[in-house]
């Protein structure tokens, strides 16, 4: 049996580049209401150990600020020191679970309210995906008219934007921008 952090079609650990593109979303989301915080954890696979209240999603809010702390950093130390930040506010230590399934870690207890588990996934998994792939990973959308974070998850770690739409955008604009070429 599959245990509820993992999608039943890929083993995956929510722990890395998952845990690193769920960090972007949460940044990016719009987090009103419970239903907000649910729709987001179903949209990135996140089975919540309880449904969302509208205190988790107030919850939710203030990790989304301590995690653009993460991606507004101006240096590399910042960063390190807002990530290190978020490790000892949204982790607790390593521990192997065996809820609904075979043996898997987790960086936080069981059973605890849907807030909880988005910090521990978006820290850990953040600290981990830049520490391995490079602190320069996290971004805001480099088009004019986009601040929007992602995480680099590319090949090459050479991404600007944070979609093809704006990357294609901010193209056109520098394609009309160019001066007109001389009639032949």
């Known amino acids: ?6 999608n039943g079609i890929v083993h995956f650990n929510h722990y890395s580049d998952e845990g690193a ?11 009103d209401s419970a239903a907000d915080v649910a729709r987001l954890a179903a949209e990135h696979d996140l089975l919540l150990e309880r449904p969302p209240s509208d205190d988790d999603a107030a919850g939710l809010r203030r990790w989304r600020a301590a995690l653009a702390g993460v991606v507004d950093a101006p240096g590399d130390a910042e960063r390190i020191e ?23 870690v987790h960086f936080r207890p069981d059973d605890v309210p849907p807030e909880r588990q988005f910090a521990a996934i978006t820290a850990f998994g953040l600290a981990w995906f830049l ?6 990973r996290l971004a ?9 974070a992602f995480a680099d998850v590319t090949r090459n ?10 990357a294609n955008r901010q193209a056109v604009r520098r394609h009309r921008a160019r001066p007109a070429s001389p009639a032949p």
């Open 140 to 148: 805001r959308c480099a088009a004019d008219d986009c601040s929007l």
């Open 21 to 31: 593109l769920l960090a972007a979303a949460v940044v990016n989301a719009r987090i």
């Open 82 to 104: 807002a990530l290190n930040r978020l490790l000892a506010r949204g982790t607790s230590h390593p521990r192997i679970s065996l809820h609904n399934g075979p043996p898997h």
């Open 131 to 136: 520490t391995q792939r490079g602190l320069h």
């Open 1 to 6: 049996m599959t245990p509820p952090c993992c």
């Open 157 to 166: 770690g050479r991404q600007r934007y944070c979609s093809a739409r704006c």
